[in-house]
């Protein structure tokens, strides 16, 4: 409220409508993970990079005013740092299949040991790493199309693309390392998860509890549900769009 000089009774300051006020905050066409809304479209938007490195923690600095006052001219603000964000997002992402792999390995470990009991909590800590593997995704995407509007090239470009177009410098072979580490990581999930299938299919189920054996009944239900679940989980660590990303899909 504002004081009057006359002593007369403060006015009410009218707060802004989230519908009808152009410059409301609700207003806001750009959504906080760095993707454009416009028309329902979830591509990166490379002009929002700095808005995803906010909510992941990293500092913007001066360049959140060059990212979002950029025009149309293919996120030049982004500034001669792109590259580099684009290597520490894919070393992030890295780190999450390297953590994955292994989060599997310990699923099978447990599995040719018998331990059902366990199945429940392994099942959550491979859909843990799966849900950071996501966000990890998406910022490696954001940061990827900035690169490729720097450099001239479409926002969808894939890995291999990138570094066919890479400026003289270390970038070409920086990306190659990245890329041939990543398809290396890819081949070795996609083998711990057909071996950890194989081996969950192959578990044997509790047997039939006899005439009013309701624990032993809630037993094997509990067992066959974690079981389901953790076929299901294994099935959805294949990483496809990261696949075509590094070009695989055309080897």
């Not at 291999?160 to 990245?178: D, F, K, M, Q, T």
Request: charged residues 25%; aromatic residues 4%; glycine residues 10%.
């Amino acid at each position: 409220m504002r004081p009057d000089p006359k002593g007369r009774r403060p006015l009410k300051r009218r707060e802004p409508h989230p519908r009808t006020d152009r410059y409301s905050p609700h207003r806001s066409q750009r959504s906080i993970v760095g993707c454009s809304t416009h028309g329902g479209n979830l591509s990166p938007d490379p002009r929002s990079a700095c808005t995803l490195r906010k909510k992941l923690g990293q500092k913007c600095g001066n360049r959140a005013i060059a990212c979002f006052s950029s025009g149309s001219g293919g996120g030049k603000g982004m500034g001669p740092m792109s590259a580099s964000d684009l290597s520490a997002a894919l070393w992030q992402e890295r780190r999450q299949l390297e953590l994955l792999l292994f989060r599997l390995e310990t699923q099978r470990l447990h599995v040719d040991a018998g331990n059902l009991e366990w199945l429940n909590f392994m099942a959550s800590e491979v859909e843990t790493v799966l849900d950071r593997l996501r966000f990890e995704a998406l910022a490696r995407s954001v940061e990827s199309a900035a690169v490729a509007a720097e450099w001239g090239l479409p926002a969808q470009t894939t890995l291999v693309e990138l570094i066919s177009a890479a400026p003289a410098g270390p970038w070409s072979e920086i990306l190659r390392e990245h890329l041939d580490a990543l398809r290396g990581l890819l081949a070795r999930l996609g083998e711990a998860a057909r071996v950890n299938e194989q081996a969950l299919r192959a578990l044997p189920l509790p047997g039939r509890p006899g005439p009013g054996g309701t624990a032993g009944l809630l037993d094997q239900l509990t067992t066959a549900g974690n079981l389901e679940r953790s076929l299901a989980v294994v099935r959805r660590t294949s990483q496809p769009l990261l696949a075509q990303y590094l070009g695989m899909e055309r080897d």
